[in-house]
């Protein structure tokens, strides 16, 4: 078991350019989540995914934000144009089946520095 | 809609003595109840659960939760801390909600710091 995989780990980059996170969940879980972590709000559920299908993105602040799943081992988070406000630390999650039973896998993370 | 409480911030405790880290939730259905530990530089990752059953949950590194139904609880513990204790730590809600979904919650987090 690798365990969420989440790059880049650092991602440092000039407002106004397009930012893509990537992240590959562990294999069989069905689930996966973004959240966005900072000192100010904490952790904040972004979007999730059942079965690569969108179901909750009332999280996402606006539209610069958008994310795919295309298939069960890959997510992107695009922020398109970035802002120094996006500034923060993005997890990427996932979870077996369970109806809300099973607990979350969280990736190490992408540190977003938006100067 | 459900909410979680960590009620402290931060906490500060000596090296081996006991710490409790408390959380309360509020639902007005069935719940799951997660602790999660987060160290500097990672992601969060599971510390034990409470899904049903005994109220006495153990979990890794020798932390222990209690679920208390009445006092809607579930309070964190451990008899002796180490400084690799030193971490930030979330309490989280596991809760169907309206739309027929199971919905997670997570605490604001406390920041559990060992003092040598």
């Known amino acids: 078991d690798a365990g969420v995989i989440q790059s880049p780990r650092h991602e440092v980059t000039e407002m106004g350019q397009e930012v893509t996170l990537r992240c590959k969940p562990i294999s069989g879980h069905n689930s996966l989540f973004w959240y966005r972590q900072t000192m100010m709000r904490g952790?904040?559920?972004?979007?999730?995914?059942?079965?690569?299908?969108?179901?909750?993105d009332s999280?996402?602040?606006?539209?610069?934000?958008?994310?795919?799943?295309?298939?069960?081992?890959?997510?992107?988070l695009k922020i398109q144009p970035s802002e120094p406000r996006d500034s923060a630390v993005y997890f990427c999650a996932s979870s077996r089946p369970g109806t809300g039973r099973s607990p979350l896998h969280f990736g190490n993370?992408?540190?977003?520095?938006?100067t | 809609a459900q909410s979680v409480t960590q009620l402290d911030s931060q906490v500060p405790v000596f090296e081996e003595a006991p710490v409790e880290l408390r959380c309360n939730y509020s639902s007005s259905v069935?719940?799951?109840?997660?602790?999660y530990v987060q160290y500097p530089n990672q992601g969060l990752q599971l510390l034990l659960k409470y899904l049903s059953g005994s109220t006495l949950v153990k979990g890794?590194?020798?932390?222990?939760a209690e679920f208390n139904k009445s006092q809607t609880s579930f309070h964190l513990r451990k008899p002796s801390v180490h400084i690799s204790d030193t971490a930030e730590y979330f309490?989280?809600?596991?809760?169907?909600?309206?739309?027929?979904?199971?919905?997670?919650t997570f605490g604001k987090g406390t920041k559990l710091s060992v003092i040598p």
Request: one cysteine or more.
């Open chain 2, 91 to 104: 309490c989280a809600v596991s809760a169907i909600s309206g739309a027929g979904s199971y919905q997670l």
């Open chain 2, 60 to 64: 890794i590194n020798g932390f222990e």
């Open chain 1, 109 to 114: 993370g992408t540190r977003l520095t938006v």
């Open chain 2, 30 to 35: 069935s719940v799951y109840l997660f602790w």
């Open chain 1, 43 to 56: 952790l904040e559920l972004l979007i999730y995914f059942n079965n690569n299908v969108p179901i909750d």
């Open chain 1, 59 to 76: 999280g996402m602040p606006e539209d610069r934000f958008s994310a795919k799943m295309p298939n069960a081992s890959f997510s992107t």
